[in-house]
């Protein structure tokens, strides 16, 4: 059973850091259409740079054992945000990805908890 979970963490933080990577870099170079999202929400175009280097960090830090549980719980909130925002502004169906990806967030850092721990030894 350990080998499954390990082949689990592997893959979901595979899947997170090239869907962070994905959602970061549009932001960071200011994509027309995110930038468009961004102002209809009511936020700022540096807010969203901000959003594209955290999630690009994020992506980077999933990579790092010791920075991995804090980076997928930073992920969490940022998508959690996305999630009510999408909830407040758009057709709720549109907040299905960032709740999922909210949640392997959750799971990954709790997950990998342990080489957080790991620094106090």
Not at 18 to 24: E, P
Not at 70 to 94: E, Y
Not at 96 to 117: E, S
Request: with cysteine.
């Amino acid at each position: 059973m350990g080998k499954k979970r390990s082949w689990l963490v592997t893959s979901t933080t595979g899947l997170l850091a090239v869907a962070f990577l994905m959602a970061g870099i549009p932001k960071l170079t200011g994509a027309e259409g995110m930038a468009e999202n961004f102002e209809r929400f009511g936020l700022s175009v540096s807010f969203m740079r901000f959003i594209g280097v955290s999630e690009v960090a994020g992506a980077v830090g999933l990579f790092l054992p010791r920075l991995a549980p804090l980076a997928a719980g930073g992920l969490a909130v940022i998508v959690a945000g996305a999630a009510v925002l999408h909830l407040m502004h758009d057709p709720a169906s549109q907040a299905i990805p960032a709740g999922v990806l909210t949640a392997l967030c959750g799971f990954l850092a709790y997950r990998r908890r342990g080489d957080f721990l790991s620094l106090t030894d």
